[in-house]
């Protein structure tokens, strides 16, 4: 009974004896100075917004290649995926039946124009004769009837030759554009088939450069289009997206940024009311074929014309539950928290709308060791430069606008008048 005891005092001794040994070592947390900090005076830039859309290739002109005449096709004189240019021949259907229908009709023809000359000299015998009484007025009647007659039925037979030739010509299938062939779907030996029953597809073709590109415009930014037109036009009335020579700016699905620029040359007259868009179009150079029919790509448009921007590091951009934020330093070197209003991303940087002004001292690095109203250890920078104004993705009248420093410098360089 008495060892039991002294089993459970013993662990209580123990901890007594440590609680008394960390109340004689009192151990102090080094102290530790203000937080190191980047900071760099926010800059004030042109730039220009951008809106990207995804849009789908499409041939400017697409060909279904059909046989006008049945026959037997007797040869193909293309490669299968081949540039082919207008005119050049495609396939050769066996002629020597419409051939054969067409020498038939020459010689229709030439029989009729014998039967005319024939009742045209009679004709004018005739009529020398019925005024002398040698010829009763019947029979001249009769050999003039006899020569229209012959007339219209060489007339006839001229139509007749024109069709025999016409199908005899069809027989010889030629490209209608210049472009890119597809396979053939028929191999020589085949009965081709014309009509409007069943007719027989050979093959399609599709026109190469330039070509079209169709992408949907939502109704929020089809909303400010409008309003920033109508702002510039003061109020005039709208003409065609042709006429406001909008270009874009085309990427591919790999991210590569194909190298000519487009121009935006139709609008749809109505928006989609199940999606809500407006499906506009641009035509893109394609000289090296490189943009084929029904390939998907991202489009770049100008939302807008340049202007000037306060842009700092996105890095240097807070968020809590009610705004974004920036940290600022104040003339007492302290971390001051401001709130901003955000616009587009430029780069590496993003645009301030409101909230901060050009040159403030903005914390562009080591955010998140600092604390608002408290002292930080700063490291002065420089802020990095956005990318440049892309001139060749604005509209002409853009392009010569002046940015906001040129004109407050234009205005200082300028004498007063005395």
Same mark, same amino acid.
């Given at each position: ?38 900071? !760099? *005076? ?34 193909? !004189? ?7 240019? #207008? ?12 051939? !054969? ?56 037979? #001229? ?50 450069? *330039? ?7 939502? #109704?929020? !930014? ?14 005039? +009335? ?20 194909? +190298? ?26 394609? *000289? ?95 802020? +990095?430069?956005?990318? *440049? ?25 300028? +004498?007063?008048?005395?």
């Amino acid at each position: 009974m008495i060892q039991s005891r002294m089993l459970v005092a013993c662990p209580v001794f123990a901890i007594l004896a440590l609680l008394l040994v960390g109340c004689g070592r009192h151990r102090e947390l080094p102290k530790t100075g203000p937080p190191p900090v980047t900071v !760099a *005076p926010a800059i004030k830039r042109q730039v220009v917004d951008f809106d990207e859309y995804t849009g789908h290739v499409e041939a400017i002109s697409s060909v279904d290649v059909y046989a006008k005449v049945s026959g037997y096709l007797e040869e193909v !004189a293309f490669q299968d995926g081949a540039m082919v240019k #207008e005119g050049d021949l495609l396939f050769l259907i066996d002629k020597r039946t419409y051939q !054969a229908e067409y020498d038939q009709a020459v010689s229709q023809r030439n029989l009729y124009q014998a039967r005319e000359k024939l009742t045209k000299t009679t004709l004018a015998r005739n009529e020398k004769l019925v005024g002398k009484g040698a010829v009763s007025q019947e029979a001249y009647d009769e050999s003039v009837a006899q020569a229209d007659e012959a007339t219209a039925q060489v007339q006839a037979a #001229e139509s007749d030759i024109a069709a025999k030739k016409v199908n005899l010509d069809y027989c010889t299938i030629s490209s209608p554009i210049a472009g890119r062939i597809d396979r053939t779907y028929v191999t020589k030996g085949n009965l081709i088939q014309s009509g409007v029953g069943n007719p027989t597809l050979l093959t399609t073709i599709v026109s190469v450069d *330039p070509v079209y590109v169709y992408f949907d415009v939502d #109704e929020l !930014a089809l909303l400010g289009y409008i309003e920033q037109h109508v702002a510039q036009t003061d109020g005039r +009335p709208d003409g065609s997206l042709k006429e406001r020579k909008i270009p874009v700016e085309v990427s591919l699905a790999d991210g590569t940024v194909y +190298p000519h620029r487009g121009m935006i040359d139709f609008g749809s007259n109505q928006l989609d009311a199940a999606t809500g868009t407006l499906t506009v179009r641009a035509i893109i150079p394609n *000289p090296d074929g490189v943009l084929r029919p029904g390939l998907f790509t991202r489009i770049k448009v100008a939302s807008g014309a340049p202007y000037d921007a306060v842009l700092v590091p996105q890095r240097a951009i807070g968020a809590n539950q009610s705004n974004r934020f920036v940290y600022v330093l104040d003339e007492s070197g302290n971390a001051v928290q401001k709130p901003v209003t955000l616009g587009t991303k430029q780069g590496p940087l993003q645009v301030v709308k409101t909230g901060l002004k050009e040159g403030e001292q903005v914390i562009i690095n080591g955010t998140l060791l600092v604390r608002p109203g408290k002292p930080v250890k700063a490291d002065h920078s420089t802020m +990095p430069e956005p990318p *440049p104004v892309e001139k060749d993705l604005l509209r002409s009248e853009d392009q010569e606008k002046p940015s906001a420093d040129e004109t407050k410098a234009e205005t200082e360089d300028k +004498p007063k008048e005395s």
